[in-house]
Nanobody
Framework: QGPLVESGGGSVQAGGSLTLSCVAS????????MAWFRQAPGKKEREGVA?????????WFNEAVRGRFTISRDNSKNTLYLQMNDLTPEDTAMYYC?????????????????????WGLGTQVTVSS
């Protein structure tokens, strides 16, 4: 297994909920800002979904998911979560966990995938109408 392993994806109907998890095997997990990205079918690039700083005080959300998704982390378990509610077909994508060794991110750092140090292999989320 790699440094980040996602789970919790699946198929749900619109309006449903899923919780994604990402277990990190990287050392000093609590020194990494963590993020979720997604890549929709047919899209070349991944987009940032949500991110959280090392102490979970600072978070960032894509406007498309704000109010529906919640990001959290448990540093004692080296685990990142993404609670997704009121899912729509537009949320269908492969969801990836990413880690960057920095206490918190600013500006475009939240969404710039090139700056992240570690990535998981992804977990598929499919939402049907």
């Amino acid at each position: 297994q790699g440094p980040l392993v996602e789970s919790g994806g699946g198929s749900v109907q619109a309006g449903g909920s899923l919780t994604l998890s990402c277990v990190a095997s990287i050392g000093d997990y609590n020194t990494y800002s963590m993020a979720w990205f997604r890549q929709a079918p047919g899209k070349k690039e991944r987009e940032g979904v949500a991110a959280v700083a090392t102490r979970a005080v600072l978070t960032w959300f894509n406007e498309a998911v704000r109010g529906r998704f919640t990001i959290s982390r448990d540093n004692s378990k080296n685990t990142l979560y993404l609670q997704m509610n009121d899912l729509t077909p537009e949320d269908t994508a492969m969801y990836y966990c990413a880690a960057r060794r920095k206490s918190f991110l600013v500006g475009s750092e939240w969404t710039d995938e090139t700056t992240f140090d570690y990535w998981g292999l992804g977990t598929q989320v499919t939402v049907s109408s």
